[in-house]
């Protein structure tokens, strides 16, 4: 690979020698390399504005269609993508994020969940409407998180969906935090299927702007403030016949084989994108600092290099583990070409994979961009030209946002030791041995009252269901 360019200059940050560069083809190398270029010329000043100014990142998003084809990045070719893979992908959420904008970063990664929510499932009108325009700049986000249930985004209480005469769906959603809310053309929403069973009977709508509210003047946070990640609602749309994505109760396998899985790659590679931009500008400015009276430049001391070091291999450690995965994708899916039927997965049997990849990189980020401040002295923790302070808010996204750090040690570790089926994400498998225990507690009188409140639940749920 060539030398690292930044515009006419070398790049001031680490070379291509630091990246692993042997999981890409010659083509995702080119590409990374215009992407850097659109980064340079454009992106990087936009992150500033966003930033500064709440600024949806609209124009930075556009140019990616416009310039690069990124909006359709792995829509198939026959439909006006680029036809990539997972490990482009992820690529490409990285390098937005290190040398570009994190909240285009974020924006983006949301805009091709949804595209690839609905390519899960593709019909020729979702196609038609959705799909062929992205790279004229039309932009889908994942709409999600429900307020009643904060972090726990797969369950949706404050949703429903109703079937109408013609075959079609009326809709309506509560979610309490969607990135692009109010500048997303449209959304991908889950609520509760019509004539819901249950809370993993979902179903997947693709809602237009029109049908949806959102406040964006309320959006105000301490990071990725051009994400513009407020809450949305679609109080009533009537959808035709055509708008659901695959069939009624399809959300827990769209979850599971798509939203997650393709949210999970892009959001690790954000964050390992950011890790690796703040080692750039600790790079850039302990390589630039002099102290005139012992000759020496910042960069020459041990310590700095011990801080600069741990954080490339931590961080390079988090990379490969992203793009390992997202290679396990590509093999499963045929570098993402493999049409899945209704209830066959690929993607999916790779999903405690993606979890651990986001924690990873979730933790890692936060860690290297407080190392690198600390390179960097007071200078590193001024707002303005060294941007460090931004990379270092922007990061602390990735730990809260879901599944959260907390949520994922807790499925892997609970996974691990007392199987799978012990998540219930749904809330619905009794547990005998917490009740069992909470009754011991009890004296007669208290075990009476519960057996006699349990006996006429058990009655009037008899006579509802009569
Ligand atoms: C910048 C940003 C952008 C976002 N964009 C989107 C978007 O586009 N679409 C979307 O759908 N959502 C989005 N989200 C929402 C996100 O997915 C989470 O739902 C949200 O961050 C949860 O916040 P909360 O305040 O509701 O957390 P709470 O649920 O109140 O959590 C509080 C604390 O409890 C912990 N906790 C919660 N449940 C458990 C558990 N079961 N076990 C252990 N600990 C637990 C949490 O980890 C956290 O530490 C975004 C969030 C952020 C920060």
């Known amino acids: 690979m060539s030398e690292k360019t930044w515009g006419a200059a070398p790049y001031w940050g680490l070379g291509y020698d630091w990246d692993p560069d042997w999981v890409l083809t010659a ?49 198939p070719e026959e439909h006006g993508g680029l036809g990539q893979d997972h490990v482009c992908f992820a690529m490409v959420c990285e390098t937005i994020a290190r040398y570009g904008c994190a909240s285009t970063a974020m924006c983006y990664v949301m805009h091709m969940g949804a595209v690839n929510a609905i390519m899960l499932r593709p019909t020729p009108e979702l196609i038609d409407r959705y799909i062929r325009p992205l790279n004229e700049g039309k932009l889908g986000t994942l709409s999600y998180s429900d307020p009643e249930t904060g972090s726990h985004f797969w369950y949706p209480i404050s949703s429903g969906a109703e079937r109408l005469p013609d075959g079609g769906f009326k809709v309506h959603k509560k979610a309490s935090w969607t990135t692009s809310a109010g500048f997303a053309d449209f959304y991908v929403v889950q609520t509760t299927s019509p004539d819901f069973s249950g809370y993993d009977d979902l179903s997947v709508f693709v809602v237009d702007a029109e049908d949806a509210e959102a406040k964006p003047a309320t959006w105000d946070a301490m990071g990725l403030r051009g994400n513009q990640s407020g809450p949305l609602e679609v109080p009533s749309a ?45 790079k850039r400015q302990t390589t630039r600092k002099r102290h005139a009276d012992v000759g020496l430049r910042v960069a020459d001391y041990p310590t700095i290099q011990d801080y ?22 590509d093999e499963a899916t045929d570098d993402n070409t493999k049409t899945l039927a209704v209830g066959e997965f690929a993607r999916a049997t790779f999903l405690h994979w993606s979890w651990q990849i986001k924690f990873i990189a979730a933790k890692n980020t936060a860690h290297v961009v407080d190392k690198m ?94």
């Open 27 to 75: 083509e995702q190398q080119e590409l990374r390399a215009k992407l850097i270029d659109l980064c340079e010329s454009t992106l990087r000043a936009n992150a500033k504005t966003s930033d500064d100014g709440l600024v949806y990142p609209r124009e930075n998003l556009e140019l990616l269609g416009s310039e690069l084809g990124l909006l359709a990045l792995t829509v």
């Open 238 to 282: 009537e959808l035709g016949a055509d708008r659901i994505v695959g069939p009624v109760g399809d959300g827990a396998a769209s979850n599971d084989e798509s939203v997650d899985p393709w949210f999970l790659i892009g959001s690790s590679s954000v964050w390992n994108g950011l890790a690796m931009g703040a080692i750039d500008i600790a």
């Open 308 to 329: 600069v070091g741990e954080a490339i291999m931590d961080t390079n450690a988090s990379r490969l583990f992203t793009l390992s995965v997202a290679q396990a994708m």
């Open 373 to 466: 401040l600390h390179a960097c002295g007071g200078t590193g923790y001024k707002r303005g030209d060294m941007e460090l302070e931004r990379y270092l808010r922007d990061a602390k996204a990735g730990w809260v946002m879901g599944p959260t750090n907390e949520v994922l040690r807790q499925f892997v570790g609970k996974a691990a030791l007392l199987g799978f089926d012990a998540l219930d994400y749904w809330n619905q498998t009794y547990n005998r041995r917490s009740v069992e225990n909470e009754i011991k507690k009890l004296d007669a009188e208290g075990k009476r009252k519960l057996a006699e409140q349990l006996l006429a639940e058990a009655a009037a749920a008899e006579t509802a269901a009569a």
